[in-house]
């Protein structure tokens, strides 16, 4: 018997595939795209542009693989494919795995129970109780979830999935976090894909309902939008799909077949690339079933992207190259993409650098006229913003997630000091604590600030520099102000300074804001007949913007 989803129910879809005119446009704009990265490229390494070698090489490899990577981006969205879902069918053992840690409130389990009560198919739900709380016995009971007892397990969410896989016998299992409130057909959306018994996982779209709230979420928000759209969307046409911590629901024989869920901080990684060694397939759902959080303070998103950091190094250092000979080619570009975004932590130091370099000390990485830079650049800069919106057709919902997306840009440049941590202590093997994200805001001054702070500072006191220098020293010294270098070094650090600007816009505001429970107004009841639609005031009251 096939079981078929309540259409009803449905949430942001967009038709199977994409139109081959659509492909064709973005074809057309990645081979002007090619054609500009060439054009710059010619430029870039002309005999006249080197002053200092070493510093030339280093400031082109830094640029260009930045380049490197966004082409790669570019190719992606070529291979896009959306899946067509097929029915799911009856019968199928089916087990919903949510954990709970110490500190976590107790008010969020029990919308999050609730909602996995309503889900329509028939399944088990589990907590995974790490808190030592009666009470949180008590809620799972209440909503007909089986509470396990899994304290001080190692290995902390993972550990514990493993510990109720040996505990369970269903056949494929969800694993969602505390803070996700499932909709009544998110089983339905995903069971279907596993009538292939070669597929592993089915990964759908992370989406969020405080999103409005300050922001720091906002600008997390952002972030996603592109990745859980276009982006997965390109690697599940080459069966590249990543399984993400949240909403992800597995074949019990794939984890099986990789001695159970991988242990680390990015423990959905580490799985990921170890049930595609193993040459299952995944499959990526653009569907949005599912709401949950995203921090609302900046101290703690920054948390939050250290431990990624760390965890995705990790990934790239040990993981990768150990099942990199296991791997298909496009598997191996995609986890090579994927364990170098961090990187970036490295590559914008360096180029935050190079401009005070060259004001106090006259250390010139390369002879470019700043205005020659921007003319050459412009055209890579054009071609990039075009596909950056037109590719936003498949976002998944593109009505609501349109748009240049400047939050999360602004918050990603001034977290750059985490992810540069991130890869330091990757480096030397260093040990970060598993510690969930906080659920609610954290009012308070961060001291992930600090870092911005002292290029606040170290500008002001460039431009200082810079006028004393013109008004004060030798006629020799005024003239050397006036050249093109210095004043394109300052325009180049202005421009990093405004971008730094979010980040401390984002920790003033942080101490702003209150601790409260986003999930507090959530009406279950209104879900089961509005999922198909943007939540509204109504099953979120208090939370403008999203209608």
């Known amino acids: ?264 901080l990015a423990e959905d990684l580490v799985t990921a690339i170890r049930i595609h060694s193993e040459g299952w397939k995944s499959v990526y759902a653009p569907i949005i079933v599912s709401r949950g959080l995203v921090p609302e303070d900046l101290g703690s998103f920054c948390k939050q992207q250290l431990k990624w950091s760390r965890g995705v190094h990790e990934v790239l250092f040990a993981e990768l190259p150990r099942l990199w000979g296991k791997l298909t080619f496009w598997q191996k570009v995609s986890y090579s993409s994927i364990g170098t975004y961090y990187f970036s932590g490295v590559t914008t130091l360096l180029f935050l650098l190079f401009p005070y370099l060259f004001i106090w000390f006259g250390w010139l990485p390369a002879n470019m006229s700043f205005m020659q830079f921007v003319v050459n650049w412009l055209p890579v800069a054009l071609t990039a913003m075009t596909i950056y919106l037109f590719v936003q057709q498949w976002l998944c919902h593109p009505a609501h997630e349109r748009g240049l997306h400047w939050r999360g840009m602004f918050l990603k440049f001034a977290c750059w ?23 609610q805001a954290v009012k308070g001054f961060t001291p992930f600030a600090r870092p911005l702070l002292i290029h606040l500072a170290i500008f002001v006191s460039t431009l200082i520099f810079v006028g004393l220098k013109r008004v004060f020293y030798t006629h020799e010294a005024r003239l050397e102000l006036t050249s093109g270098e210095i004043w394109g070094m300052v325009v180049f650090a202005f421009i990093a300074f405004i971008m730094s600007l979010g980040g401390l816009y984002a920790a003033h505001q942080s101490r702003t804001l209150k601790a409260e429970e986003p999930w507090a107004g959530i009406d279950l009841k209104k879900i089961t007949t509005t999922a198909g639609n943007i939540p509204s005031t109504n099953i979120y009251p208090g939370i403008s913007g999203i209608e």
């Open 417 to 439: 000091p985490v992810f540069f941590v991130g890869f330091l202590i990757s480096f030397w093997n260093g040990k970060i604590p598993y510690i969930p994200t906080a659920k």
């Open 1 to 264: 018997m096939i079981r078929k989803p309540d259409r009803n129910l449905w949430c942001y879809r967009r038709a199977p595939g994409a139109h081959r005119f659509q492909k064709v446009i973005l074809a057309t704009l990645m081979v002007a795209g090619g054609i500009s990265v060439a054009h710059l490229f010619d430029w870039w390494f002309r005999q006249e542009h080197v002053v200092s070698l070493p510093l030339f090489i280093l400031l082109s490899i830094i640029f260009w693989w930045g380049v490197l990577r966004m082409v790669i981006l570019w190719i992606s969205y070529l291979l896009i494919k959306v899946p067509v879902t097929p029915p799911a069918p009856e019968g199928l053992q089916v087990a919903i795995f949510t954990t709970s840690s110490p500190g976590e409130p107790l008010s969020m389990f029990e919308k999050t129970l609730a909602a996995c009560a309503n889900i329509t198919y028939p399944h088990t739900t589990y907590l995974l109780d790490d808190t030592c709380d009666p009470r949180f016995k008590e809620v799972a009971e209440q909503y007909g979830a089986v509470w396990l007892n899994l304290t001080g397990l190692p290995g902390a969410k993972a550990g514990k999935i493993n510990a109720a896989l040996r505990l369970t016998t269903e056949d494929f299992v969800l694993v969602l976090d505390p803070d996700h409130i499932p909709f009544p057909n998110f089983l339905d959306e995903v069971l279907g894909y596993f009538g292939d018994e070669k597929v592993g996982y089915v990964q759908v779209a992370q989406a969020y309902y405080n999103q409005f709230r300050s922001f720091t979420a906002a600008a997390a928000a952002e972030q996603t939008y592109g990745f859980y759209g276009p982006t997965q969307m390109g690697m599940h046409g080459i069966n590249s799909a990543v399984a993400i911590g949240a909403n992800c629901t597995f074949r019990r024989k794939a984890l099986d077949s990789i001695g159970g869920h991988g242990i680390g």
